[in-house]
Nanobody
Framework: QVQLVESGGGLVQAGGSLRLSCTSSGTIFSANSMGWYRQAPGKQRELVAAVTTRGSTNYADSVKGRFTISRDNAKNTVYLQMNSLKPDDTAVYYC???????????????WGQGTQVTVSS
């Protein structure tokens, strides 16, 4: 069973920054693309960012230029650096492991428990 463990969520003021981390087993991490989703109350779940095993990234338009996804293969960890946070970024953020097809579309296969990010105005 895939285990994904997130950390780094919390409460921050608008304009601030947070870094989320997600650690998985080495076997799972090295074989998969990794992605971060988020879900706010009353809203659909949204893919925020994804990174392939080779380091190629893609982002939701709503976070481009503010969020950065990266992976440290030596530590089996994927990060989501979130800058210039807005109240609209408030959501539960989920770490996922998945696949990226030839068109660059990411699909999740396993999910972490989620971590709450709250941005106050």
């Amino acid at each position: 069973q895939v285990q994904l463990v997130e950390s780094g969520g919390g409460l921050v003021q608008a304009g601030g920054s947070l870094r989320l981390s997600c650690t998985s087993s080495g076997t799972i991490f090295s074989a998969n693309s990794m992605g971060w989703y988020r879900q706010a109350p009353g809203k659909q779940r949204e893919l925020v960012a994804a990174v392939t095993t080779r380091g190629s990234t893609n982002y939701a338009d709503s976070v481009k230029g503010r969020f950065t996804i990266s992976r440290d293969n030596a530590k089996n960890t994927v990060y989501l650096q979130m800058n210039s946070l807005k109240p609209d970024d408030t959501a539960v953020y989920y770490c996922t492991a998945g696949t990226t097809d030839s068109s660059g579309t990411y699909r999740s296969r396993a999910w972490g428990q989620g971590t709450q990010v709250t941005v106050s105005s």
